[in-house]
């Protein structure tokens, strides 16, 4: 006899809840039919965060439906992990969530912060170098030496070094805004002393004055960095960087142009005094204007983060920085510790010949102070030209590493030419030889800030900038006093070649520093991170450009 047919065994199968959609927690019709996972959610990412996912789920795109707004399918949702940004600790995946979700603009006041701050820069660099560029007019003056005069600006590099970490903890304590207003006044207050130093038994007073100059010279020194990245976007930033250090250099170079004209060399001590209260005068005029303009228009910050980069140190709590730890994380990085010596090496030979240049020249070329000024000018201008340039290659390029051994090698090969030819005789090859000098070794300024910015990310850049500062201060008062000295035993050249053995040595140095550019990989994180939540990357809005996901 046959067997009966065997039927299916039952399936419990779930109810199907009224007036749901396929896929949303209900069971296809049919049992081998496997069961859909519920749909999720779209969940925003600060949400996500706070809620403590691993992982944030966004949506892409949403439509709209007539019962209201819905989320697409689940094949529109794609997971996001927070942007890996190297220094930063494990726990801060809420910071780079909101730092993910902090709306990116440039705001229109950010050239006008950097040319005043530049302005300001310019007052006070003139005032260091004033004395230097007319070496011999005041020591007659004042009836002092040459080394004493060499001691006026000698004083900005001595006063630095003490005072950079009570200013860079300033900076990160009471903000931008703070600091600028310091650094003008201090500016303002000893261009105002040195008005009270126009007899010759007054040498002291227009040492306090410049000593005050000095203090001001602390709270301007380190900033363009922090300037640039404060106030401006990732692509502009290098360019930022560099017209912000065009100030200084532009006051070292008219330090070089204005005093051998506005003070000439004469005989009658009366009239000299008149000419030297001219140049204060006027100094100290600037320099009051500068410090009002700086009350009115200075800003702490823009209202939105410039960058991607920006908005994830903004979105960092406060109470997690410490800047004893700051500058710890700096001096364990090795490739920073080899920057300082290299930065070092390099601006102090620049500072080092700014000094001496006036005596150098009068010595190949006797009566040629105002000469002396325009080679000084044409080594300070050509610099500018080079510092441009430099910061819209790397804007476009981002190779630090490259662009700076590059300038390096040219720095010293500008400086065996100048060494060479200061002795030749003919005025228009010194001219020459100092422009090509100038082009790359005033061009390598913003360079060092720009790179320490790079390999320090995400500490900050006021503190990174002062690091290098001292580093060149103090090779600059070593080698301002060594080359003094070997000048006046053993001539123009030995002196010459003291630097350019140095130049060498950081050369060489520079060859083995890694390209380790982090803030251009935090940038880089974020812009995918945005991109893969359906948001644009930084860069020039539109008013057709469609909105984010987050309305903005």
Known sequence: PRRPARSPPAVSRP???????????????????????????????????????????????????????????????????PAVVPGLPAGEAAAAAAAAAAEVRVSRRRWAVVLLFSSYSLCNAFQWIQYGSINNIFMRFYGV???????????????????????????????????????????????????????????????????????AQVFILGMP????????????????????????????????????????NVEDVEKLAYHISIMFFITAGVATALFILVVIVFKEKPSHPPSRAQALIQSRPAEEYSYVQSILHLLRNANFLLLMVTYGLNAGCFYALSTLLNRMVIHYYPGEEVNAGRIGLTI????????????????????????????????????IAYTFTLSLGHLWVVFVTAGILGFFMTGYLPLGFEFAAELTYPESEGTSSGLLNVSAQIFGIAFTIGQGQIMDRFGMKAGNLF??????????????????????????????????????????????????????
Request: proline share 6%; charged share 15%.
């Open 380 to 415: 300070v201008l050509s610099g500018m030209v080079g510092a441009l340039i430099s910061g819209i290659w790397l804007d476009r390029t981002k190779t630090y590493k490259q662009t700076t051994l590059i300038v390096y090698i040219m720095s010293l090969v500008g400086m």
């Open 15 to 81: 109810s199907r809840p009224r007036g749901g959609r396929r896929g949303e927690g209900r069971a296809r019709p049919g049992w081998w039919r496997r069961r859909l996972p519920p749909r999720r959610q779209p969940v925003s990412s600060a949400g996500a965060a706070g809620r403590g996912f691993p992982a944030r789920w966004v949506t892409a795109r949403s439509r709209a439906s007539g019962q209201g707004g819905r989320a697409v399918s689940a094949a529109s949702m794609v997971k996001q992990e």
């Open 225 to 264: 960095s922090h300037i640039a990245s404060v106030w401006f976007g990732s692509r502009e930033v290098s360019t930022a960087c560099s017209v912000a250090v065009f100030g200084n250099q532009l006051g070292i170079a008219v330090g070089f142009l204005v005093p051998p004209v506005v003070v000439p």
């Open 145 to 215: 030496s040459a080394f004493a005069i060499d001691w006026l600006s000698m004083s900005y590099m001595v006063t630095y070094i003490p005072l950079l970490f009570p200013v860079a903890w300033l900076l990160d304590r009471r903000g931008l805004r703070f600091i600028a207003l310091a650094g003008s006044a201090l500016n303002a207050l000893g261009a105002w002393v040195k008005l009270g130093s126009l007899k010759p038994n007054l040498f002291p007073v227009t040492v306090l004055g410049q000593v005050i100059c000095s203090l």
């Open 499 to 552: 630097l350019c053995s140095f130049l060498f040595l950081g050369t060489v140095i520079t060859a083995f520093i890694k390209a380790d550019l982090r803030r251009q990989q935090a940038n880089s994180d974020n812009e995918q991170t945005v991109i893969r939540s359906g948001e644009r990357p930084e860069g020039p809005r539109s008013s057709s450009a469609p909105t984010s996901c987050s309305g903005r």
